[in-house]
Structure formats: structure tokens, C-alpha cells
């Protein structure tokens, strides 16, 4: 059998007529697929987080040939219906609360007539913080114009993460070795304190103006447009790695945050990271308890009528935003194997 990550890598050489192939071998029911974007932006992301706003066009166009594009409540409420689906669904959504959601992805959206859902953190939406991909990305192209050299990097006593950024100085314009710091820091605080640390004291680690996140005005604007605003947790912390009275805080402030906000219920949480690694079953019957309706995974795959709503796959998308390889990943997208313990299945980057 051919790897999944082998026949994804091959979309765009292989043609739409093997994709083609693909759908008409299936002939299996229908699945309930749930897109995950991050950015929809001109500007590229150095972890594939932001498709450019001609490719996020042609998805829609893909996507309404595909399948029947819905509400995510609407798949969700589908999705608890037992009676197979005779056809593909799927739904549109968001991580974390750019403002480019409001400024670029949600005037496509429109214009294709696809309803969408944006997950926000609300740390990032009060301003408190932004996303640590970006403040490491904007603190390390600050030392570049700076023209810091690599043995300026002071010793942190995390000596991979000192390796790298004293790499990526060394060539500017190169952001491998952050993607390095990026995958390291997301689960080990030391070596995120290293990273931030250092920035900050080689003057790269300022906090962002103008902020790359959304406003809570921005955020009512894009409700009042019809966009579903849902939960991404306070502070976007990777909930099996907090205390359980905090990780229930995160799951259940953010709502709250968000609703006074609003003056409008939220019924969808989106698990920070979101592989099997990243939350428990505690988390999920915390989530159900606080009033949520459904949660969302990054663990890739579609789902079918049966499946935990709370437990929902996605397709990430950013990474191999190529048309093609979101044709292939429809068409390769079977129904979930058992969401087990030990799994772990990352599509995008963070979430």
C-alpha cells in the first residue's frame, strides 16, 4: 500500500484523473468533513499557516463541487443522525482569531455564498498575548534586519534551542532552524522560556504592533455577519499539560469570555493542538458539562453519522494548500478508526 503522506506529496503530479479514480473506487457513504484554515493571507507563513487568498478561492469552488457545504452546526447536528449521509458534507473553520478572518478570508466566504466558524483565543482577542509562532517568527526577522550575529545568542542552558537560533542568525531568511525552535518549544517551557528569553534580550522579543490578531469589535463584526464564533481556550496551553481545576478553567472562562462578549451562546470548542496527545477524556466530558455542543481534533479524517461529536476529525489544510491535494485528501478521507489512547496525528503545524 502507498503511504498516505506519499499519495498527498504526489497530488499535484499525478493529476485529477487519479484523483477521479479514487472517488469512483470508493463508492463508499458519505463523510462529514471539517476543514481547518488558520490564515488567509498574501504574506507567507514560515509553518504553512496561511494560504493565499487565490488558493483559499479555488478551495471553495473545489469544495462546493465536492460536497454539500454547510454551517458547522448543521454537520454537527448531522452527524447525530445515525442514517448514513448519501453524499459528502462539509464545513469551513479557523484557529486562533486573525484579523485577516475578518479582513480577507470572510469577504470570500461570502462571496461563494460558505458559511464559516472561527475558534478564538481570547488571550489573543484582549490582547494579553498573540500566538507563540508569531512572536517567535517577528523576534527572529527583527535580529536579522538587526544583523545580530549567531554568537551573540546567549547560553540558556537548553543547548537544541540554543543550537538552532544561533543557526537560523547564521542565515537569515532560512526559517528551518525556527521551525526546529517552533516544534521544540510548543511542549517543553523551558525551552520556550529559552527562546523568548533570548529574543528579548537581543531586543527581538517586543510584543506586536499592530497586533495580527483580531479585536473583540472585529470579533462582533464577523458574528454579525453570520460567521459562528466558538472557543479556542484562554490561552491556547495545551490542556493535558495543565492541572485539571486549570485546564476546566480554560475550557469553561473562554465560553463565558466570549458570551459576554457576544451576548450570544458559543456551542463549539476547538482543543488547542487538538492530536490525542493534547486533551483527555476529562476534557471532553468538562466541555459537555460547561455547555459546549461539539469539539474539534486536529486528528486528520472525516467523520461519519455515529461519530463523537466531541471527538470531530478535520482536514488541515495550510500546510499542502496545492487544489489538488485538497481533492486528494477528499477523496483518500474514509471513515475515523477508533479515537485510541497513544495516537498521535498532526495535519497543520499548530492549531
Known sequence: ??????????????????????????????RAFVLM??????????????VHPAQFAAHLELVLRRTRVVRLQDLVERVCDPTPLERDWAAVTFDD??????????????????PGTV??????????????PDRLERGLRTLWQRGVRPERWPDSGDEPTDRSMRRALARPGDWGPLRVVTSR???????????????????????????????????????????????????HSILSCLPPTEAEGEIGRSKERIEAQLQRPVLGLAFPYGTLADFTSGHVACAGRTGYRYACTTVRGGNVPGSDVFRLRRLGVGRHPATEVLDLKLALGGPPQPLGTGLRQREDGVS
Open 1 to 30: 500500500m502507498i503511504p498516505r503522506g506519499a499519495l498527498i506529496g504526489a497530488a499535484a503530479l499525478v493529476g485529477p484523473r487519479v484523483v477521479r479514480a479514487l472517488r469512483a473506487a470508493r463508492r463508499a457513504p458519505g
Open 37 to 50: 484554515y488558520h490564515r488567509v493571507s498574501p504574506e507567507p507563513n514560515y509553518l504553512g499557516l496561511a
Open 97 to 114: 482569531g486573525y484579523r485577516d478572518n475578518l479582513e480577507i478570508a470572510e469577504p470570500i466566504l461570502a462571496r461563494f455564498g460558505v
Open 119 to 132: 475558534f478564538v483565543t481570547t488571550d489573543f482577542i484582549d490582547r494579553t498575548d498573540f500566538p507563540l
Open 185 to 235: 518549544v510548543e511542549r517543553d517551557p523551558a525551552a520556550r522560556h529559552a527562546a523568548l528569553e533570548g529574543l528579548a534580550r537581543l531586543g527581538g522579543g517586543r510584543a506586536a504592533d499592530p497586533s495580527p490578531m483580531l479585536a473583540w469589535d472585529d470579533v462582533r463584526e464577523l458574528a454579525a455577519r453570520g460567521v459562528e464564533i466558538g472557543s479556542h481556550t484562554i490561552s
